[in-house]
């Protein structure tokens, strides 16, 4: 099995800068990619940036030149800053790796969740 522990949402302003952590541990063979979705109420969880396992990147069109993923030393942890937030970025973002573990083959994790609220 594979656990992603998240941290670093929160409250902040319009405009405002956020950044997201992700560390993926347990028996982990093969990270493949890790990236980060968001959820809005009512709305569907959409991807919003990931970067694989050659260090390549992909963002949602929406956020290129805001956001940017990266990787920790390690590569099993990744993190996404998020600068000029906007309202409507408000959202559960989720954490997503696509890994294998020594147990089971790859397949798709995903963390708790964490709450990013943009507001004045």
């Known amino acids: 099995q594979v656990q992603l522990a998240e941290s670093g949402g929160g409250l902040v302003q319009p405009g405002g800068s956020l950044r997201l952590s992700c560390t993926a541990s347990?028996?982990?063979?093969?990270?493949?990619?890790m990236g980060w979705y968001r959820q809005a109420p009512g709305k569907e969880r959409k991807l919003v940036a990931l970067i694989t396992k050659t260090g390549s990147t992909n963002y949602e069109d929406s956020v290129k030149c805001r956001f940017t993923i990266s990787r920790g030393n390690s590569k099993s942890t990744v993190y996404l800053e998020m600068n000029g937030l906007k309202v409507e970025e408000t959202a559960v973002y989720y954490c997503?790796?696509?890994?294998?573990?020594?147990?089971?083959?790859?397949?798709?994790?995903w963390g708790q969740g964490t709450q990013v609220t943009v507001s004045s």
């Open positions: 347990g028996n982990i063979a093969s990270i493949y990619s």
């Open positions: 997503h790796t696509l890994a294998q573990s020594d147990y089971d083959p790859r397949r798709d994790y």
